[in-house]
């Protein structure tokens, strides 16, 4: 990838790095150690963000890619898709190709006594960007975690939005009580609520919508989380203005079905690519 540029912006009252390289660019907030935009070099912007994102002091940030940890969805003791989405971040410096954030246990994590380290990463080049998630277990016991970059990819219209790449990939759909199911159709479309977990997907995936297509490559996370609240469930969610449902499927890159592992010392590393 291109040598990068970073600097430090604010954007709706969050601090956040810009991010330059071969004519693309990225937002990231620290709140999150999130991205809120990617606009690669032909200048269209490839990922949603709502209105309301940033403008609800301490809100989690609906749109972008919010990175979920230490647990994804209400599968715990925790709040609802964990921490690490609504705390500060830090900037831990540059390879030449990609920013670094981090988190660690602190004050702030302490409604899970653990002692970690996380470490976002994320490259940018003129068509891709490559988010990596890197989690540490820094303590002296081992400790059970679930994960997800829950990537909010834009379209023209969800209803007319198909992933391609999950045929014969088995799921379980939490839309319909967490029941299993396998992928028999080509496509998976998003019509009315869709809330899936797919498990062990292996094989490159690509959001197609109309003419355009994003291809969706993970490593390291088992599993991949398509979601869109669809019309109904969309007028409930309070960060969502009217109609944007429509402008947005999430695609994510997760390893929610067997949660991590890690012992002392252990570490394990996921990433996202979509160009
Ligand atoms: O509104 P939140 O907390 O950001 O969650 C959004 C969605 O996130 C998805 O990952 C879950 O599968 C959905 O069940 C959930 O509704």
Redesign the pocket.
């Known amino acids: 990838m291109s040598s990068l540029r970073i600097d430090p912006v604010e954007f709706r009252g969050l601090a956040c790095l810009r991010l330059a390289a071969g004519g693309a660019t990225a937002l990231v907030s620290l709140r999150g150690a999130q991205v809120l935009s990617w606009i690669p070099a032909d200048g269209r912007e490839r990922l949603f963000l709502a209105e309301a994102a940033g403008r609800v002091p301490g809100a989690?940030l609906?749109g972008g890619i919010?990175v979920i940890f230490p647990q994804f969805?209400g599968r715990g003791p925790l709040r609802?898709?964990g921490f690490a989405r609504l705390l500060d971040w830090s900037f831990a410096g540059s390879d030449g190709a990609s920013a670094q954030l981090e988190l660690r246990d602190g004050a702030a994590t302490a409604e899970w006594p653990q002692a970690f380290a996380c470490r976002l990463s994320v490259a940018l080049s003129a068509t891709r960007l490559e988010v990596s998630l890197d989690i540490a277990n820094t303590g002296d016991t081992a400790f059970d975690a679930t994960a997800?970059l829950?990537t909010y990819l834009r379209v023209g219209d969800a209803t007319g939005a198909t992933i391609e790449g999950l045929h014969g990939c088995d799921f379980e759909d939490?839309a319909a009580g967490g029941t299993l199911h396998r992928q028999h159709e080509a496509l998976v479309g998003f019509d009315g609520e869709t809330?899936r977990i797919y498990g062990d997907v292996v094989a490159p995936l690509a959001l197609v919508d109309g003419d355009r297509r994003v291809a969706i490559e993970h490593d390291g996370f088992a599993d991949v989380?398509v979601?869109n609240?669809g019309e109904r469930l969309a007028g409930g969610?309070a960060d969502l203005a009217r109609g944007e449902w429509r402008t947005f499927v999430?695609v994510?890159a997760a390893q929610v079905l067997q949660p991590l592992r890690l012992a002392p010392g252990e570490h394990w590393r996921g990433s996202q690519r979509l160009g």
Do not use: T
């Open positions: 989690a609906r919010p969805g609802k898709h997800a829950h939490s809330d989380v979601w609240p969610i999430c994510e």
